[in-house]
């Protein structure tokens, strides 16, 4: 399999991770359907979601696949007075990465990231490798260092 930039960026690093490869559904590209076919904990696998907040402009939240956004939280923590997902038909022209294939590792920049602390709880979590049908594992520590991400409790059931 071609490195993605996301796999590029933790060479680098030298940090070790794993990659979980599994089939594609154009129709699912859920957290939900990824846990399902690689055999993962649905609390593991991280979605990346892209927002914009009024004051600060775009930034990125991490969060458990099953799980909803607080975006009051978000907006609070991130300085703004309200922030919501950007337009689906923004995302590759804000992060480089298509929909079901958003990592936040390698984006076209890095944005302010915030991890569910959730993340925490795991030796390793799951997040986009940076293409459809790949999920990167590798520990949450390491992400956050990579990222420069605030770990704080963003998301409810």
């Given at each position: ?20 490869e ?29 927002l914009?907040?009024d ?6 939240a ?5 799980r ?17 997902m ?10 480089g ?12 920049k ?7 602390e959730?993340?925490m ?36 059931v």
């Amino acid at each position: 399999m071609k490195k993605t930039n996301a796999m590029r960026l933790l060479d680098a690093k030298k940090y070790k991770y794993e990659i979980a490869e599994y089939p594609v559904d154009e129709d699912d590209l859920s957290a939900v359907s990824a846990a399902a076919k690689t055999g993962q904990d649905i609390r593991r696998i991280f979605k990346t979601l892209v927002l914009i907040g009024d004051k600060t402009g775009y930034l990125v939240a991490c969060i458990p696949g099953e799980r909803e956004l607080d975006l009051k939280t978000l907006a609070k923590v991130s300085g703004n007075k309200k922030v919501e997902m950007i337009p689906m038909k923004d995302l590759e022209k804000i992060t480089g990465y298509i929909r079901g294939g958003c990592s936040p590792l390698g984006m076209k920049k890095l944005y302010p990231t915030y991890i569910d602390e959730s993340s925490m709880e795991f030796p390793t979590i799951l997040i986009s490798g940076g293409k459809r049908g790949v999920q990167i594992e590798l520990e949450p520590e390491k992400l956050g260092k990579m990222l420069n991400a605030d770990v704080i409790s963003i998301s409810f059931v």
